[in-house]
């Protein structure tokens, strides 16, 4: 492994603050960590899945019993991808932030690379009446209720082995109906799809990714909250949205 990054001076936050999505940023991006919905990511590159125990075991002992609730490992072949966050409040506070550069300084953490870069994924399903549809959702997913505060809302349903995309429920007031408006004249007929996907990113990689959507083939259906999120669409209006932690403080 190479030379650690430097280690950032201790956050300037008590353990309980919950700083923005800026200040968390600022803080964290410097030592090769991102912020995504909520949690800060990290990736250790590594060669074989030996190598990968190890590096989580430094990172363990980097943080003691102290990671406990906050600290998550993802172990792979290639890399280890690190997790921080605070479990009982949803949010990353600054006992995470304290945390952060103590695993920096132990190991090579960086924003992952060009074949996995850090990201979560979401379900997001529109509902009129979420209390009635979640249980379907929950029973043949076989997934299980958020263990505490999340950004997605109190409805949010896991994967328990935390392998696939998150569900939440997104409340509609009236019936989706056709794309109008000032859509494009020749989606103007289609039926607005109820289940979409929100990838969140990086800042960094939002206007790559929208762009590489573009190239193959979608179309850009909303702006108006961006930078927190972009809408697109494929060729037959299926709509997917771009996130990041901009412009939402």
Known sequence: ????PPVAPLAPFPDDATPTRGQLS???DPLGWRLILGVLIAHVPVSSLVEAAQAAAVAVEAVGGEGDGHLGVDLHA???VLRLHTLAVGAVTGHDLRLAPRISAALRTQPGDALAPPQLIEIAIDAMDIPRIRPFWQAV????DEPGPSELGDTALLDPLRRGPAIWFQQMDEPRGRIGGQERSDRANVIRNRIHLDVDVPAELAQPRIEAALAAGGTL???DE?????VLADPEGNEACICTWQGRD
Do not use: K, L, Q
């Not at 492994?1 to 650690?4: E, F, L």
């Not at 961006?226 to 972009?230: C, L």
């Open 1 to 4: 492994m190479t030379d650690p």
């Open 221 to 223: 259906v909303y702006t």
């Open 226 to 230: 961006a930078p927190a999120f972009w």
């Open 78 to 80: 290639d890399r280890v």
């Open 26 to 28: 600022e803080v964290a």
């Open 141 to 144: 997913t076989g997934y299980v």
